[in-house]
């Protein structure tokens, strides 16, 4: 984690050193102002799963701690990995809640992959436009970022 509490394997930007801001308390933060605030039709929720391979910035992970798995994981084996529990959420053979506690690399895995809400500007840019795409209840195909490879639900 870095000193906003974010892990590197969170979509989310990165802040600037001394930037204390934490996403999920922004918008009801002493900081707040309404000037700065999104429309609410601005924001989006989403949960995701995110197989880390050896071509992600950060190859380590709750599930890998020391990146040995990630780092031995080609992208398209992780876009493989990715593509089969996208069929078995499809198919109705597993939930995506379910699936993201089991397998994402990132710390969002601990609330099923639940990332909140998020305006733009606040994840890496394939990733917002691949979510703000979405209908609610649509899940992507393979979104690539520098964190990994991700399949993404809209929730909100």
């Known amino acids: 984690m870095n000193e906003t509490g974010r892990t590197d394997s969170d979509p989310r930007k990165r802040k600037k050193p001394g930037d204390q801001t934490d996403h999920r308390h922004h918008k009801h933060g002493a900081n707040s102002s309404k000037k700065t605030k999104l429309p609410s039709s601005e924001k989006v929720k989403a949960s995701h799963i995110l197989i880390k391979h050896q071509g992600s910035r950060r190859k380590a992970s709750w599930k890998d701690p020391d990146g040995t798995l990630i780092s031995a994981t080609t992208r398209d084996d992780a876009v493989s990995q990715l ?15 379910d699936l993201a506690s089991r397998h994402s690399h990132c710390s969002s895995a601990k609330r099923g992959g639940d990332l909140g809400p998020f305006g733009r500007g606040q994840m890496q840019k394939p990733f917002e436009e691949a979510t703000f795409a ?6 992507s195909d393979i979104v690539d970022t520098d964190s990994g490879v991700h399949i993404i639900k809209r929730t909100g």
């Open 83 to 97: 593509q089969d529990l996208r069929r078995d959420i499809l198919s109705g053979d597993a939930s995506f809640r």
């Open 134 to 139: 979405l209908k609610i209840g649509e899940i």
